[in-house]
């Protein structure tokens, strides 16, 4: 539990646009990161997550020190930490974390501060982790938001934009949100399909992916193999059917997509269907 002191300063910092007078901001920034997976939802969410991220973003530390914290989040004790859950709402930890580093890696596409052996690390243990990610709830009322998977999307989106991932990793990324978003263990309803379209918008807007793959890529997410039993194949079903509707109605009214909003429609015809 972060110390009354503590809070009392970052709830300071909130209301003073986070300029984090009279504080040794490295030292401030481990507190939070020991902190990052906190059980209370106010203090996670309202004051460790916004102070934190102000304190990566801001230019309040520098490059080395940006390094080090980002290999200290992509590390067994942070971005893999109990991926078994045998500790009681770990994901928290693991969640906030990939939030963080969403982060980072915005701060990189802005300075290009990152050193490009961490950022192709992080890309590399970031994948690993989704994969393995099993807790996806989005929404607990113990301890207020989890959301994994929409911090996941939302650390995808820097993903796509960093110029060093050309078309291989792009794609990799494309597959990974693929395998993943067809579950059929439950239903995604916490904004995941727009967070994780934002992703794919930004890994398209690279225009460095030709047609025949993103038509396959669309063409994958309706082949999926549905539960004979209920209410799993509603799960599975209306995941995809969701996030292919949310990607189609982003790009609907773009003359270059059009053969994006051409291939949803037929998928959805043709694929996705509970009968």
């Given at each position: 539990m972060l110390e009354q002191k503590t809070v009392e300063y970052l709830k300071k910092q909130k209301k003073s646009n986070f300029e984090f007078e009279k504080a040794d901001k490295l030292e401030l920034a481990h507190v939070l990161i020991e902190h990052?997976?906190?059980?209370d939802s106010e203090l996670r969410d309202?004051?460790?997550y916004p102070n934190l991220a102000h304190l990566l973003f801001d230019k309040h530390l520098d490059e080395t020190d940006l390094n080090k914290i980002?290999?200290?989040l992509i590390s067994e004790k942070y971005l893999h930490f109990d991926l078994e859950n045998y500790v009681e709402y770990s994901v928290l930890t693991r969640s906030f974390t990939v939030l963080q580093l969403a982060v980072l890696v915005g701060v990189h596409n802005r300075d290009f501060i990152i050193h490009g052996k961490i950022i192709q690390d992080l890309y590399e243990k970031f994948l690993d982790?989704?994969?393995k990610e099993?807790?996806?709830?989005?929404?607990?009322?113990?301890?207020?938001?989890?959301?994994?998977m929409a911090h996941a999307a939302d650390l995808f989106a820097q993903l796509m934009k960093v110029e060093l991932f050309r078309q291989n990793e792009i794609k990799t990324m494309f597959k990974a949100i693929t395998d993943k978003y067809k579950t059929k263990e439950m239903f995604f309803m916490y904004d995941e399909d727009e967070r994780f379209v934002n992703a794919i918008m930004n890994g398209l807007e690279r225009d460095i992916l030709d047609q025949d793959f993103i038509e396959g890529w669309i063409t994958d997410l309706g082949n999926f193999r549905k539960p004979k039993v209920f209410p799993q194949a509603y799960f599975i079903t209306n995941n995809v059917k969701v996030?292919?509707?949310?990607?189609?109605?982003r790009v609907v009214d773009e003359d270059k997509y059009q053969?994006?909003?051409?291939?949803?429609k037929q998928v959805l015809k043709e694929k996705v269907k509970l009968k």
């Open positions: 990052i997976g906190e059980h309202e004051l460790i980002t290999k200290l982790y989704f994969a099993e807790d996806k709830r989005g929404y607990d009322e113990e301890v207020g938001f989890m959301h994994s996030f292919l509707r949310s990607l189609y109605f053969f994006v909003a051409k291939k949803i």
